[in-house]
Structures are given as C-alpha cells and as structure tokens.
C-alpha cells in the first residue's frame, strides 16, 4: 500500500502503492506518513481503512501527469469512460459505470480540496501543483458526501507558504516510437509569495502538447461523401491549459481562510478511435447471442443459427437485413480492414483538427476555526462549472455512416459544514452536506453531409436537464475504548431531490463540426395519444450509509481492522439515444444502488522500520447494483444485484541504503447477476463488470548513489494487467487481453537542479483503453490503445 510523507519524496513509500514509473528521490522509511483519509491527520499505518496515497513529487516522479494515469499506478483501481480516453471515470475493485452521458454520476467519487467532482466528465483533467492524493478503496459514504459506493480519489492541491519565496519550473519533452515520431510537451510552473505575515499567494500553471497519435490515411477506402473540409485529420493530439490561484489568509492562529480559483481547457482532435471488424451471431428466435471477431474469409454481414446472414442495421431502425454485407472478406459494411491492426496507421473520414473542447472552472473557499484546544470548525464551499463538447467518428473507419457527440453544461454547489475534536477516549466528527446540480446533457448520432443513411444530414439526439439538490448530515465517533482496541461507529442520512426533463428528437444541422442546431421535431422518449412526448418526472428520497469497525493494535508496529458498511449511490434517469433496439420510457428511471461491504486486514511495519507488509480481504453484496448496457448504438444503466469477493497486497523494503524494491498485487473475482442482452429481451446471464481486470500486479526495482555532487539513481518498473471486457453482455469479441507494461529512467539531481531520461512502455505493447460494440451496425467494433513506447528527456528547476 502507497504512502504520503509530509517530507521531500519516501521512494519506498510510492512502492507501496505500484509503480507505473522510476522515482528520483531519496529513500526514508522513518519519516511520518500522513493522510487526511478520516477527516484528520493520521499516520496512514494506522489508519483501518485500504488507502492509497502519494504526494505531489512521487506523481512528478512516477510522470503521472493527468487523472487518468493514476490508475496505472494503483492496484485494483483502472479507468472506464468514452471518447477513446478523452472522457474517463475511475473503476476501483471492480465498481464501475461506463455511461458515457455526462447525466449520470460516477459511483468512485472524485474530490479536489474537498470540493466533489459530480459531472463525470470533470473526473478528467491535468495533474500539476498537486500536494498529495489519496485513492480510498470501499464504500466511503460515511465521511464524504457523495456516491462513494465503490471508492473514492481525492486530490489536494498545493498551500502558500507564508514563510519564504519558493517555487519551480518543470519542463519535459518526449517522442513516441512510431512512424511520424510525434512530440509531447509538458511543461508546467508555480511561485508562491508571502504577503505580509499573515497572508500568502500561490500561483501555478500547466501546459500540455501533444501531436497526433494516429496517422490518418483517409480517403483511402473511402465510402459515401466527405462529411466537410479538412476531414481525415491525424488524431490523438492534445493540447491543455491550465491555472490555479491560492490566497492563504491566517488572521490569527485560530482561524484560516483558503480561497481557491482554478481554470482549465482542453482543445483535442476528434476521438481516436480505431476499429476492428466483428459480426453478430444471432439464436433461432433473432436473438443476439454473440459478437466474435471476423474471420479473414468472412463476408456475411451476421450469421444465423444456421449459418445463413441476417443482414445488418447500418439505418439503426432495429430491423436487420439492410443491404450492407461485407464487400472484402474479412472488412467491416463497408470493406474496410485497418491498415495495421492496434497499430498507429488508421483512415477515418469523420476526423477534425482541434474539433473537441472540454473547459472546467472552479472556486474553492475553505475556512477552518480553532473553538478550543480540541474543537475546531471546518466550512468548505465549493463551485464548478463543466463544459464539453466530445466528437466521434462512430466506424472509426472511412465510411460515412454516422457520428456520435456528447456535450455537457453544468454547474455545481457543495457546502459542507463539521465539527470535529477528541478527548483521551474518542476522536469525533459530525456536520451538514450541501449539494446543487444544474446539468443540461446533449448527446446524440450524427448523420452528416455525404452519409450513407438515408435523409443525411440530420441529427438524432437527446437532451435532458436535470436538478439535483442533496441534503445529508454525518458523524463519526472512534472510541478507544482500551489502549489496543478502537470501536469506529458512523452513519450518514441524504435526502435526495431531483427534477428531471428529457426528449429525443431530430435536429436538422447541416454543419459536420456542430451539434442540435435549431429546434428539435420531438419523436420521443414516451408517446401519448397525439403522438411523441417528452420525459419529465420529479423524484424525492431518503438514504443512508454506516460504518461499524473494530480495530486492535497489539503494538505500534501491527494495526488489525475488520468492519461492516453500507455504502448508497442514489438513483436517477438515463437520457438514451433513439433508434436502434427499442427502448420503453419505463427504462428511463433507474433505482439507487446499495452496497453492503465486509472487509478486513492489517498493516504491519517490521521492526527495523525498512519493511512494511499491508493486505485486506473484502467481500461486496450489492443489491441493485447500477451498470451501464449498451446495446445496438445506445446504452442505459440498469438495476441488478452483484456481488465480489477479493484481496490486496503491498511489500516493499529497502534493506540497504539506496536499494529499494517492492511488490504489490490485488485480485477479486465479480459478478453482475441476470444481465439481459438487451433491455426487455428474453436471455439473461451473469457476467463480469466492464473495465474491471481482475488482476492487477506490479514490481519495481531501484538503486540510489552519491554522484558528481547530486544523487544518481536508475530504476525499473513493470506492471500486469489481465484481461477485461468493455461491455456488458460479455461477448467474446468485447474484451482486451492481458498486458505487461515495463518502464526505466535514470536521473540525477542535487539541491535545485533535477535532470532525468525516462522510457515508458519499453515492449510496446497495445494496452486497451476504451471500446465499444457496434458489430450490427457497422460491422465492426471502436477500439482504443494506451500509447506507444516513449523517451522523454526533462529538467526541473526549484527555488
């Protein structure tokens, strides 16, 4: 398990936690190891709870430079999401949900300063001036408030020094291995003032750029028109800004006041898809049972129960038999096979330069009051705003067919107010929890100028607004009850409010590049007897979580825990795409997920203090457990009870000076019940969650020594990830295989100056990111992949 030291960089902590890369820092068991996991400070050793946690210079170390790389650096957490990467939320023990409509919440809550992330989309951003995270495995409902059934990650910026002038700059560039030896630049600064005493500012900034991943060779194969100037751009390239202003005010030493502004965008090419050709197999009754990869003779479009081919749906009307079959053995509809497999060669008509924009802005106040030596008061405030704007090429291949957007604006309001003290016998903490969201969501199919369907262009998308405002109070009480044994009691009640509107339309929008221009001719979800209607319904609910835990201390050096909780994620609606498989508006509510956790286990710290050995065990029963089936081109989440069982590790040592290794592994075995292969179909099954390998393991090895007046060291890192699906259903075709990642840098640095050469995916290997299955529809299936091997040079400069 991976841990936080309040000190310059414990590399045999990050050990702990499995490394995705070498670490340039000193190595130094003895120094505290401190996380705020309970809502106070405690040494992370002695905390019941499986935490993950690494400061700010291990994430600079490890080279995570965003949100999304933290699950490579993390057993047992991965990430699911849409948009090939672009859009991520994170999977931790298996717990995930994959809508990619921005309506839905994530049930692993993600926390800046406090501040909750409720729009899924805002769960992706870039990393920089951050003073440590801590990854929380289990339900966390109790403390934090909200939906943290399966998890939670929060991330915690920098402070102003009041003291003295410090700060850095950061610079890195890197090539990747592949034909057009794209760069990337990272490249990021902070400075903070004191201003008088009793006031400091901190300023920091980020910038990423990225050039294009995917070399796109459109026009060739190219089927249907063009869908408008500059199409077949190149993909994958990124280019972010981002900033973040603190002013720390401390009046007096029982009172401080944070105020927080940050700001972000992100201009990016369309999604970066690529395909691999699949087709359905289909029972005697025109059930769906199946989805394989194409053999290299295949021309059927789908195959029958007796072999024979039930035509495709390229016209998402729900009826097979279109024309389309496979006009070269082996391709997609539209005789497109890639050009190089998982490779970085591809042709996609619907690819734009700088077509998909994403941009977060937030303000953060937190004010924290000292009422006595052992009480002290906490407020946090918290706003957000999230838009986005998410483009992509549905084929992934150069046949016009269709395209599939997805856009967010929203904005969001958290206040939390607690009180928190201790006595000899108990450490205590209760409080109020405010939550407001304003969410406006389109997403829709695309059928843009020179498609193949029929009445292009139009767009067939849905819109849905939603409030939501949640109210809830907490406590928790540790009571020590003798000097070895700690009772933990603590409970949450939520009532949830929401007010829900939705329809699916036509749109008619001419412009490829825009998205639901105009007004909509309404064609659903529900009909009444004049026809099409809209959806609107208002819900309110009571909820609550709990926590009991036991915990005995034999000695400083042994913490044994084992606890009961009850996590809850509350329901909501689904705002589904039209067309395709049909879908009753019945289907659009959704009920809230409950989840009741048994988890135990220990953390041991050897006796000579350059050891420590951490694992727990936990069994999960979920009862309608909310997962996300996507069928056809259109998804919603579903109701269904679950359950998982599994276990997590953590070795590492460093048994002379400068030598450190490690070892880390987690498993868990789950299962979603009575899965449907399509809403209201008639075949169910158990099934394996999406985006959730069941294992995760990782070693590292790493050697630090006195050189040319500084400390060089050299490392290396691998890490296994075993297969996963990406749907549902878990047809063979869904699912990316087993990976092994190895990573190496050398580096020196001395007291200001750092210089270090790092190369990540040494073995190239094509690690799955994201997918989904479209085999009826296209012929094929989206595919994504981390990227290739990569060589990075960078320096770092502090004062």
Same mark, same amino acid.
Not at 265 to 283: E, H, N
Not at 435 to 455: A, R
Not at 744 to 771: F, K
């Given at each position: 398990?991976?841990?936080?030291?309040?000190?310059?960089?414990?590399?045999?902590?990050?050990?702990?936690?499995?490394?995705?890369?070498?670490?340039?820092?000193?190595?130094?068991?003895?120094?505290?190891?401190?996380?705020?996991?309970?809502?106070?400070?405690?040494?992370?050793?002695?905390?019941?709870?499986?935490?993950?946690?690494?400061?700010?210079?291990?994430?600079?170390?490890?080279?995570?430079?965003?949100?999304?790389?933290?699950?490579?650096?993390?057993?047992?957490?991965?990430?699911?999401?849409?948009?090939?990467?672009?859009?991520?939320?994170?999977?931790?023990?298996?717990?995930?949900?994959?809508?990619?409509?921005?309506?839905?919440?994530?049930?692993?809550?993600?926390?800046?300063?406090?501040?909750?992330?409720?729009?899924?989309?805002?769960?992706?951003?870039?990393?920089?001036?951050?003073?440590?995270?801590?990854?929380?495995?289990?339900?966390?409902?109790?403390?934090?408030?909200?939906?943290?059934?399966?998890?939670?990650?929060?991330?915690?910026?920098?402070?102003?020094?009041?003291?003295?002038?410090?700060?850095?700059?950061?610079?890195?560039?890197?090539?990747?291995?592949?034909?057009?030896?794209?760069?990337?630049?990272?490249?990021?600064?902070?400075?903070?003032?004191?201003?008088?005493?009793?006031?400091?500012?901190?300023?920091?900034?980020?910038?990423?750029?990225?050039?294009?991943?995917?070399?796109?060779?459109?026009?060739?194969?190219?089927?249907?028109?063009?869908?408008?100037?500059?199409?077949?751009?190149?993909?994958?390239?990124?280019?972010?800004?981002?900033?973040?202003?603190?002013?720390?005010?401390?009046?007096?030493?029982?009172?401080?006041?944070?105020?927080?502004?940050?700001?972000?965008?992100?201009?990016?090419?369309?999604?970066?898809?690529?395909?691999?050709?699949?087709?359905?197999?289909?029972?005697?009754?025109?059930?769906?049972?199946?989805?394989?990869?194409?053999?290299?003779?295949?021309?059927?479009?789908?195959?029958?129960?007796?072999?024979?081919?039930?035509?495709?749906?390229?016209?998402?009307?729900?009826?097979?038999?279109?024309?389309?079959?496979?006009?070269?053995?082996?391709?997609?509809?539209?005789?497109?096979?890639?050009?190089?497999?998982?490779?970085?060669?591809?042709?996609?008509?619907?690819?734009?330069?700088?077509?998909?924009?994403?941009?977060?802005?937030?303000?953060?106040?937190?004010?924290?009051?000292?009422?006595?030596?052992?009480?002290?008061?906490?407020?946090?405030?918290?706003?957000?705003?999230?838009?986005?704007?998410?483009?992509?090429?549905?084929?992934?291949?150069?046949?016009?067919?269709?395209?599939?957007?997805?856009?967010?604006?929203?904005?969001?309001?958290?206040?939390?107010?607690?009180?928190?003290?201790?006595?000899?016998?108990?450490?205590?903490?209760?409080?109020?929890?405010?939550?407001?969201?304003?969410?406006?969501?389109?997403?829709?199919?695309?059928?843009?100028?020179?498609?193949?369907?029929?009445?292009?262009?139009?767009?067939?998308?849905?819109?849905?607004?939603?409030?939501?405002?949640?109210?809830?109070?907490?406590?928790?009480?540790?009571?020590?009850?003798?000097?070895?044994?700690?009772?933990?009691?603590?409970?949450?009640?939520?009532?949830?409010?929401?007010?829900?509107?939705?329809?699916?339309?036509?749109?008619?929008?001419?412009?490829?590049?825009?998205?639901?221009?105009?007004?909509?001719?309404?064609?659903?979800?529900?009909?009444?007897?004049?026809?099409?209607?809209?959806?609107?319904?208002?819900?309110?609910?009571?909820?609550?979580?709990?926590?009991?835990?036991?915990?005995?201390?034999?000695?400083?050096?042994?913490?044994?825990?084992?606890?009961?909780?009850?996590?809850?994620?509350?329901?909501?609606?689904?705002?589904?795409?039209?067309?395709?498989?049909?879908?009753?508006?019945?289907?659009?509510?959704?009920?809230?997920?409950?989840?009741?956790?048994?988890?135990?286990?220990?953390?041991?710290?050897?006796?000579?203090?350059?050891?420590?050995?951490?694992?727990?065990?936990?069994?999960?029963?979920?009862?309608?457990?909310?997962?996300?089936?996507?069928?056809?081109?259109?998804?919603?989440?579903?109701? #269904?009870?679950? +359950?998982?069982?599994?276990? &997590?590790? /953590? !070795?590492?040592?460093?048994? %002379? @000076?400068?030598?450190? =290794? *490690?070892?880390?592994?987690?498993?868990?075995?789950?299962?979603?019940?009575?899965?449907?292969?399509?809403?209201?179909?008639?075949?169910?099954?158990?099934?394996?969650?999406?985006?959730?390998?069941?294992?995760?393991?990782?070693?590292?090895?790493?050697?630090?020594?006195?050189?040319?007046?500084?400390?060089?060291?050299?490392?290396?890192?691998?890490?296994?990830?075993?297969?996963?699906?990406?749907?549902?259903?878990?047809?063979?075709?869904?699912?990316?295989?087993?990976?092994?990642?190895?990573?190496?840098? #050398?580096?020196? +640095?001395?007291?200001?100056? &750092?210089? /270090? !050469?790092?190369?990540?995916? %040494? @073995?190239?290997?094509? =690690? *799955?990111?994201?997918?989904?299955?479209?085999?009826?529809?296209?012929?094929?299936?989206?595919?994504?992949?981390?990227?290739?091997?990569?060589?990075?040079?960078?320096?770092?400069?502090?004062?």
């Amino acid at each position: 398990m991976k841990v936080y030291t309040s000190t310059p960089i414990t590399f045999a902590a990050i050990i702990a936690a499995s490394l995705a890369a070498p670490v340039f820092a000193q190595s130094d068991l003895s120094q505290e190891i401190v996380v705020t996991a309970q809502k106070r400070e405690q040494n992370i050793q002695d905390v019941g709870i499986s935490i993950t946690a690494y400061s700010g210079e291990q994430l600079r170390a490890l080279n995570v430079t965003d949100s999304r790389d933290l699950a490579a650096i993390a057993p047992g957490v991965h990430t699911a999401g849409a948009a090939a990467g672009q859009n991520s939320n994170y999977t931790i023990r298996g717990v995930t949900q994959n809508d990619f409509n921005d309506i839905g919440e994530a049930p692993n809550a993600v926390y800046l300063d406090e501040g909750y992330i409720a729009v899924a989309q805002g769960q992706t951003f870039a990393l920089f001036d951050i003073e440590r995270v801590e990854v929380l495995k289990g339900p966390q409902g109790t403390l934090f408030g909200r939906n943290a059934t399966g998890g939670l990650v929060h991330y915690i910026s920098r402070k102003p020094n009041l003291d003295a002038i410090e700060g850095y700059i950061d610079l890195n560039y890197g090539l990747y291995d592949s034909e057009d030896t794209p760069g990337d630049f990272h490249g990021e600064a902070a400075l903070s003032l004191p201003l008088g005493e009793k006031m400091a500012l901190r300023v920091a900034g980020l910038w990423n750029l990225r050039q294009p991943l995917l070399r796109n060779e459109y026009p060739a194969g190219a089927v249907g028109g063009s869908p408008g100037p500059d199409a077949g751009a190149n993909l994958g390239d990124d280019d972010t800004l981002a900033g973040r202003g603190t002013l720390l005010l401390e009046p007096s030493d029982k009172a401080s006041f944070r105020l927080s502004v940050n700001a972000a965008r992100s201009v990016l090419s369309t999604a970066p898809y690529q395909q691999k050709p699949t087709i359905g197999v289909f029972d005697a009754s025109g059930e769906l049972i199946n989805v394989i990869d194409v053999a290299p003779t295949e021309t059927r479009a789908s195959i029958g129960s007796n072999g024979q081919d039930l035509g495709s749906d390229v016209n998402n009307d729900g009826v097979f038999g279109d024309f389309f079959g496979r006009p070269v053995p082996g391709g997609d509809f539209f005789g497109y096979i890639d050009p190089d497999g998982s490779d970085l060669r591809t042709s996609s008509d619907f690819a734009f330069k700088n077509h998909n924009r994403v941009r977060t802005f937030g303000v953060n106040l937190n004010a924290e009051f000292e009422l006595s030596d052992d009480v002290t008061l906490t407020s946090i405030s918290d706003f957000k705003h999230f838009y986005k704007l998410l483009f992509l090429d549905v084929d992934s291949g150069p046949g016009n067919q269709a395209v599939n957007y997805s856009g967010v604006n929203a904005d969001t309001i958290t206040q939390e107010l607690r009180v928190a003290g201790q006595t000899p016998a108990f450490d205590w903490v209760a409080g109020l929890y405010y939550l407001h969201i304003k969410n406006h969501s389109i997403n829709g199919l695309k059928f843009p100028l020179g498609s193949i369907v029929p009445g292009s262009p139009f767009d067939l998308g849905t819109d849905a607004h939603l409030k939501t405002n949640s109210y809830s109070a907490f406590g928790q009480v540790d009571w020590h009850f003798s000097d070895q044994w700690t009772l933990i009691v603590g409970g949450r009640v939520i009532r949830e409010k929401k007010d829900y509107d939705f329809l699916q339309g036509i749109y008619f929008t001419t412009d490829s590049r825009r998205a639901q221009d105009g007004s909509p001719i309404v064609i659903g979800p529900d009909f009444g007897p004049s026809g099409p209607l809209p959806f609107a319904d208002k819900t309110g609910k009571t909820l609550w979580a709990g926590k009991v835990q036991i915990e005995y201390e034999p000695n400083d050096d042994l913490l044994l825990y084992a606890g009961v909780n009850r996590g809850v994620k509350a329901g909501n609606f689904n705002a589904q795409l039209a067309g395709g498989l049909p879908i009753p508006a019945s289907a659009v509510p959704y009920k809230e997920e409950i989840l009741v956790s048994v988890e135990g286990g220990f953390k041991y710290t050897f006796p000579d203090n350059r050891t420590r050995f951490n694992a727990a065990a936990f069994y999960y029963d979920y009862k309608d457990y909310q997962a996300f089936l996507f069928t056809g081109v259109a998804g919603v989440i579903i109701n #269904a009870d679950a +359950r998982t069982y599994g276990a &997590e590790a /953590s !070795l590492f040592t460093s048994p %002379i @000076t400068g030598l450190d =290794a *490690g070892l880390n592994f987690s498993w868990f075995d789950a299962k979603v019940k009575d899965v449907p292969f399509r809403v209201g179909g008639p075949i169910s099954r158990d099934v394996e969650p999406v985006y959730a390998p069941s294992v995760q393991a990782s070693a590292v090895l790493r050697y630090e020594w006195d050189a040319m007046g500084g400390k060089l060291s050299i490392g290396a890192d691998a890490q296994y990830t075993s297969s996963f699906y990406y749907n549902l259903r878990n047809f063979d075709a869904d699912k990316y295989g087993e990976t092994l990642m190895v990573n190496a840098a #050398a580096s020196w +640095r001395n007291d200001n100056w &750092e210089l /270090s !050469l790092r190369v990540r995916n %040494i @073995t190239d290997v094509r =690690a *799955g990111v994201q997918g989904f299955d479209i085999a009826t529809f296209c012929g094929c299936n989206e595919v994504s992949y981390r990227p290739p091997r990569f060589f990075q040079l960078g320096t770092r400069y502090n004062f």
